[in-house]
């Protein structure tokens, strides 16, 4: 016998998340703190997040190769919530954060 269809657990979409920071310009700490905004909010689906170390200014963040946030292209750092927002931008409102 099977379920209803309503009752079936839905498959979500994974995403890839690549971090860019630059070294030398000691970003780490704001790659941290998105790395923890990120997986906190969106663990469930998220299937892997790659921060990688660069040089030149570099803080970009990109979902599924989709360039969501670069420094170098705003001529700014984000905002405090800002690459989490748009994150949940991308993925839509159908999901909801990871429960706690």
């Known amino acids: 016998m099977t379920k209803p269809e ?3 657990p839905t498959q979500q979409k994974k995403y890839r998340v690549s971090l860019e920071y630059c070294v ?3 970003y780490h700490a704001r790659a941290l ?5 990120l997986l ?5 689906i998220i299937d892997r997040l790659v921060l990688i170390t660069s040089s030149k ?9 989709e360039l969501i946030f ?14 989490l927002r748009s994150f949940k931008e991308l993925v839509g409102p159908q999901v909801t954060p990871f429960p706690r």
């Open 40 to 44: 906190g909010n969106y663990q469930h």
């Open 33 to 37: 703190q998105v790395t923890e905004e």
């Open 6 to 8: 309503s009752t079936l």
């Open 70 to 83: 670069s420094k170098k292209a705003l001529e700014r750092h984000a905002e405090p919530g800002e690459i």
């Open 24 to 26: 030398p310009c000691d």
């Open 57 to 65: 200014g570099a803080f970009e963040v990109r979902v599924d190769d």
